[in-house]
């Protein structure tokens, strides 16, 4: 078979006009050229590119990697800033609750002050009645005794002591206070 092989490309090249020693000489080279290169070249530079694609891989792998990890720290910032802005909302209504806390106990404070001058102001006050009304009945008493003095200077009927009491109640309620 072989021997047909080669009779059938001998007949060819002899058509062809080619020397089939010299096409033969040349295909055993280029084969045997083809090995070498194989062995030598071929292998480095598969051994190159596999170990360029294995790089491009780990590269790919890396920035999926990266990618994962940007996205998690994406949504571990994102949580982190409602936590914050939740903290911030509860610290404004604290606030907010304090201030309404000091301004009730302001104004309850300040009612009670207030209801204290009051206090002190009606006792003042009443303290000046009683006073007023001791002056009044001081006074009375002077008013008596003058009026008495005058009865017992002046003869006493029926009509003069009538109108010395009209006229000792009537200087009364004019000494009176408020009238």
Known sequence: MLQNLLQSLKN????????LQVILILVIN???????????LFSRVMQHLDSRKKEIDDTF????????????LSEEYQSRIVQIE?????????????????KT?????????????????????????????TEL????VTLVIAAASRVIEEKMDEK??????EKFINDLES???GK
Do not use: C
């Open 137 to 140: 009945k001081n006074e009375m």
């Open 61 to 72: 792998n890396k920035i999926d990697l990266d990618k994962k990890e940007i996205a998690r």
């Open 175 to 177: 000494a009176a206070p």
């Open 86 to 102: 939740k903290e911030a909302y509860q610290k404004i209504q604290s606030a907010i609750k304090e201030g309404l806390n000091a």
């Open 105 to 133: 106990g302001i104004i309850s404070e300040a009612h009670s002050q207030a209801n204290n001058v009051l206090r002190k102001a009606k006792v003042e006050i009443d303290h000046e009645k009683k006073k007023a009304l």
């Open 30 to 40: 280029f084969i045997i050229l083809f090995v070498v290169l194989k062995k030598a």
């Open 160 to 165: 003069i002591h009538a109108k010395l009491v």
């Open 12 to 19: 060819f090249f002899d058509t062809m006009g080619g020397n």
